[in-house]
C-alpha cells in the first residue's frame, strides 16, 4: 500500500504476442483446442479474408474477430475452458525469458505491471492471474454456456488499446511509465511511456530504478 499523496513508483505496459511471448499465441490455441477438420471447414468459409490477410490486404484487428466469430461460434464453454487451461500452462512455460525476468524485476520493485493485448481472454486471464499481474485485452462473449462468437470489447490493439489503458488507469498517478512491443499495432501504447521497447528494433530493454532508493539517496544528500 502507497501512503496518501505517494504516487505509486511505476506502471509497465506488457504486450503480449511477440512480446511477452515470442509467437502468435491467438493462431495457436485454434490448433491446440480444435479439430483439424473443424478448422478446415470453418477456415473455408472466411477464405478470402484469410488469403486478403496474409496479402496485407487486411488488416490483424479486423481479422482476428473475423477469425475468432468463424472458429468458436456456439463452441460449448465446457469443452473450451479445460482446454484454455491447458493451453495457458503450456505457454507460461515458454514466455520469452528476457522480457519475462523484466516483468518479474518490475514486479520486485513494486511497479504495477499490466497485460495488454489484443489476443482473447480465454485463456489470456488465467495467464494474467498465474503471473498476478493485471489484464486488459479482448473479452469475449458467452450465453448460456456457448461462446457467441463475438467480442464484447474492441479488438484491444492500435488506438484501442491506447484508449483501454487511459479508460482504465489514471496515468497521472505514475511517476514514470514503461511499455513494451513489438508491431505497429503497439505505437499507440509505447507512445504513452517515457521508457519504451520495441522487440526487434530496440537493442536494450529500459534500466529499472527503484524510485524511492533515488528519492532517499536525494534527501541524504541535502
Same mark, same amino acid.
Given at each position: ?112 505491471? #499490466? +497485460? ?6 480465454? *485463456?489470456?486471464?488465467?495467464? /494474467?492471474?498465474?503471473? @498476478?499481474? !493485471? ?29 483501454? #489503458? +487511459? ?6 498517478? *505514475?511517476?514514470?511509465?514503461? /511499455?513494451?512491443?513489438? @508491431?505497429? !499495432? ?37
Amino acid at each position: 500500500m502507497h501512503a496518501q499523496n505517494q504516487k505509486p513508483q511505476a506502471l509497465a505496459l506488457f504486450d503480449f504476442d511477440g512480446t511477452l511471448y515470442s509467437h502468435d499465441s491467438f493462431t495457436g490455441f485454434i490448433f491446440h483446442v480444435l479439430k483439424k477438420r473443424h478448422i478446415i471447414w470453418r477456415g473455408l468459409k472466411i477464405l478470402p479474408w484469410i488469403t486478403a490477410y496474409y496479402l496485407k490486404l487486411y488488416p490483424a484487428h479486423r481479422m482476428r474477430p473475423k477469425l475468432y466469430l468463424a472458429m468458436f461460434k456456439d463452441a460449448d464453454v465446457k469443452i473450451i475452458y479445460p482446454l484454455a487451461l491447458q493451453y495457458a500452462n503450456k505457454i507460461l512455460g515458454n514466455l520469452d525469458p528476457t522480457l519475462f525476468e523484466q516483468l518479474k524485476m518490475h514486479q520486485k520493485l513494486g511497479h504495477k505491471v #499490466i +497485460l495488454v493485448s489484443a489476443t482473447i481472454d480465454l *485463456y489470456l486471464e488465467m495467464i /494474467a492471474n498465474t503471473l @498476478s499481474i !493485471e489484464l486488459l485485452c479482448s473479452k469475449v462473449e458467452i450465453k448460456n454456456g456457448k461462446l457467441t462468437g463475438k467480442y464484447l470489447t474492441p479488438d484491444c490493439s492500435c488506438l484501442q488499446k491506447k484508449l483501454r #489503458i +487511459l479508460e482504465a488507469i489514471n496515468l497521472v498517478d *505514475y511517476e514514470t511509465i514503461y /511499455a513494451y512491443g513489438n @508491431s505497429e !499495432e503497439d505505437k499507440e501504447m509505447l507512445s504513452l511511456a517515457q521508457h519504451s521497447y520495441m522487440v526487434g528494433f530496440d537493442k536494450k530493454l529500459p534500466v529499472l530504478e527503484n524510485l524511492n532508493t533515488i528519492k532517499n539517496s536525494q534527501i541524504s544528500i541535502l
